[in-house]
């Protein structure tokens, strides 16, 4: 059973991974670098501050939905790369009898294990969260495309099979559902985002900054 699905995900990266040139090598590079989304992190903190009920709550509230998020993203990490990865030890595509078959951009080839991916474990993990915190549509469509790109990078990067990337948002998903639960059930309304029915322009805007500047910068690269 094991071995055929290891096949497929063979299959499906050498498909999926390719060389799209200069570009979309440091574009997609640059992209799955977490500290590439900083300016993200500050706006999201902003934006939760911004969307407190009340004026004598949105220091508690914030607090609150920080360290839901930071323990949202620990027990991701810390599951997928201080656990799973260790316990299933399946190599990483870079690792493996394809690893000469594949495209790499700038020598990165990760750490030996790949399953399952931080990365999209992470990604969705916030997302996700986001999502369910506010609930408008521009939003989620933003964090949906910025989760499938990120998932996608690892794949062209040569880092991850799409096995690990599934594996990876099965268990976001898992984190954020039980953390959402225990949000609605032991944390005040006073404290909890209410501001569902507006935009968080903030977070959008930031988002789709950054990925204007990427993409600008990738191409002035190609010049220099």
Same mark, same amino acid.
């Given at each position: 059973?094991?071995?055929?699905?290891?096949?497929?995900?063979?299959?499906?990266?050498?498909?999926?991974?390719?060389?799209?040139?200069?570009?979309?090598?440091?574009?997609?590079?640059?992209?799955?670098?977490?500290?590439?989304?900083?300016?993200?992190?500050?706006?999201?903190?902003?934006?939760?501050?911004?969307?407190?009920?009340?004026?004598?709550?949105?220091?508690?509230?914030?607090?609150?939905?920080?360290?839901?998020?930071?323990?949202?993203?620990?027990?991701?990490?810390?599951?997928?790369?201080?656990?799973?990865?260790?316990?299933?030890?399946?190599?990483?595509?870079?690792?493996?009898?394809?690893?000469?078959?594949?495209?790499?951009?700038?020598?990165?080839?990760?750490?030996?294990?790949?399953?399952?991916?931080?990365?999209?474990?992470?990604? =969705?993990?916030?997302?996700?969260?986001?999502?369910? !915190?506010?609930? &408008?549509? +521009? @939003?989620? /469509?933003?964090?949906? $495309?910025?989760?499938?790109?990120?998932?996608?990078?690892?794949?062209?990067?040569?880092?991850?099979?799409?096995?690990?990337?599934?594996?990876?948002?099965?268990?976001?998903?898992?984190?954020?559902?039980?953390?959402?639960?225990?949000?609605?059930?032991?944390?005040?309304?006073?404290?909890? =985002?209410?501001?569902?029915?507006?935009?968080?322009? !903030?977070?959008? &805007?930031? +988002? @789709?900054? /950054?990925?204007?500047? $990427?993409?600008?910068?990738?191409?002035?690269?190609?010049?220099?």
């Amino acid at each position: 059973m094991i071995e055929p699905l290891d096949l497929y995900d063979k299959e499906i990266m050498l498909f999926l991974n390719f060389d799209g040139g200069a570009w979309l090598d440091q574009f997609l590079y640059l992209f799955s670098a977490k500290t590439t989304w900083i300016a993200t992190y500050v706006a999201i903190i902003i934006q939760l501050f911004i969307s407190g009920k009340s004026d004598k709550s949105k220091w508690i509230s914030l607090a609150i939905n920080v360290l839901f998020i930071v323990l949202i993203i620990l027990l991701a990490d810390r599951i997928s790369s201080g656990l799973i990865k260790h316990w299933v030890e399946r190599p990483r595509p870079s690792h493996s009898d394809i690893e000469g078959m594949l495209h790499y951009v700038n020598d990165y080839k990760g750490g030996m294990f790949g399953f399952v991916s931080s990365h999209a474990a992470n990604s =969705i993990g916030l997302g996700l969260w986001l999502c369910l !915190l506010y609930r &408008t549509r +521009i @939003l989620c /469509t933003t964090m949906i $495309l910025w989760v499938l790109t990120t998932c996608y990078s690892r794949i062209y990067l040569g880092v991850h099979y799409l096995g690990d990337i599934l594996g990876g948002l099965t268990l976001g998903i898992v984190i954020v559902v039980l953390m959402h639960y225990l949000y609605c059930r032991f944390i005040n309304e006073d404290f909890r =985002i209410t501001d569902n029915k507006k935009e968080p322009w !903030l977070i959008i &805007t930031t +988002i @789709l900054a /950054t990925v204007i500047v $990427l993409a600008a910068y990738s191409l002035v690269q190609l010049y220099q």
